[in-house]
């Protein structure tokens, strides 16, 4: 934990400088031929598996690391910082299928599976989205039928990060047509099982290294064993899931804009006009110190939403207000740091030669995805609005 809310500890000071030498040596140089090629950074994936990066969070009893969140979305921030497309199969992975399989799973499936998923032998997807349920999670159509000791599944998914190169599904598909987000499962889908095939990978604007496609299940065969939790839990692991992804696209939106800012800052104190640097203008200055206090602002608002989605899950109480409050923010810091680093670099910065063309791409999908930015409002307004709810019925 940090050892106040605003000053992080020396182990986190030291991760975080670990990190970065590590992200910058490795990642950042493969960064813009990954995004011009589109082709899946495996190489990427690799060096973070070598160094414990896709098993940080997994408890050390099964060769993770033990990691807490806020260490988790520090790397994630690192990692972004270089490359946007690298960070978020980080983050599916530990986040979305690591996490949500220590939380849910049964000691036989975490005993199997998380030392795998720790070494990065294999890959994770989270597949909750469907071509008519993206942020109505309970309109999901995907099936999933009891015959004998198996589920058989039938759907399809879309927009699955890492679809078609990860070697492990979480499914969610209905079980119980007649009892609403209560009647939706969990399930662990191998890939190679008869019946899974996936979509053509997506041409996107941005993190375009990153694989997403459409996953089809045709009565795929599922052992019961595969079954996370109970029947009827899945809507329930997919929301506490979706937070701590949430944590995970916040601090990948941060180290976007950090990014942005460092390209912005080197720029301007090399680019002149009239005779001086431009960083010597003003109207420089000025963006230059709303990116920064921005930055800060979004960094304090995720570093406590991973300290709370943690508390969340010792104490029970909910963080997604908070949660919500710094995947908003932070993404929305990200699309006008990097708007700004583009505006401060001029013309070049139109230039696909230029870093912050490709960051101002990357930085639009951390508005959209893991629940857009009007999902979140929505979000901390009804827990604002149930508050004050309970607070007027208490003072009656």
């Known amino acids: 934990m940090a050892s106040s809310p605003f000053i992080l500890d020396e182990s986190y000071q030291s991760l975080r400088e670990a990190v970065r030498e590590f992200a910058q040596r490795e990642l950042a140089p493969r960064a813009a031929a990954y995004d011009e090629s589109g082709e899946f950074p495996w190489e990427n994936v690799r060096k973070l598996a070598e160094h414990g990066y896709l098993g940080m969070m997994i408890p050390e009893q099964y060769g993770g690391g033990g990691m807490d969140t806020l260490a988790h979305a520090i790397c994630l921030e690192e990692v972004a910082r270089a490359c946007a497309a690298t960070a978020v199969v980080m983050d599916v992975h530990n986040s979305l299928v690591g996490e949500l399989l220590n939380r849910w799973a049964d000691e036989e499936m975490k005993a199997r599976w998380l030392p795998v998923l720790a070494r990065g032998d294999r890959l994770g ?167 920064a206090t921005e930055i800060d602002a979004a960094r304090l608002l995720v570093y406590r939403a991973a300290v709370l989605y943690d508390e969340s899950v010792r104490t029970g109480r909910r963080a997604s207000k908070e949660i919500a409050m710094a995947k908003l923010f932070a993404s929305e810091v990200a699309m006008r740091a990097t708007t700004e680093a583009v505006q401060i670099h001029g013309g070049y910065g139109y230039l696909q030669d230029f870093e912050v063309e490709r960051l101002m791409r990357d930085a639009k999908i951390t508005q959209i995805y893991e629940g857009t930015s009007e999902v979140q409002r929505m979000v901390i307004a009804r827990f604002l609005l149930a508050e004050a709810g309970q607070a007027v019925g208490a003072g009656a």
């Not at 999901?140 to 039928?145: L, M, N, P, Q, Y």
């Not at 679809?163 to 939706?184: M, N, Q």
């Open 125 to 291: 997807a989270f597949c909750l989205t469907e071509p008519d349920a993206g942020s109505d999670a309970a309109a999901i159509k995907t099936t999933a039928v009891r015959q004998g000791d198996h589920y058989v599944l039938n759907g399809r998914k879309t927009f699955i990060s890492n679809g078609g190169v990860a070697d492990l599904y979480v499914v969610f598909a209905v079980t119980d047509p007649e009892a609403g987000p209560r009647g939706i499962s969990a399930f662990l889908v191998e890939k190679g099982t008869p019946g899974l095939s996936f979509g053509k990978p997506f041409k996107k604007m941005g993190i375009r290294a990153s694989a997403t496609t459409d996953v089809i299940l045709e009565d795929v065969r599922v052992p019961a064993c595969n079954l996370i939790g109970s029947e009827g839990m899945g809507y329930k692991i997919a929301l506490a899931t979706l937070d701590n992804g949430r944590v995970g696209i916040a601090a990948q939106a941060l180290g976007i804009a950090q990014a942005a800012l460092d390209k912005a800052l080197a720029y301007a104190g090399q680019r002149r006009q009239f005779g001086r640097p431009i960083a010597s203008f003003q109207a420089i200055q000025f963006k230059l110190a709303d990116m």
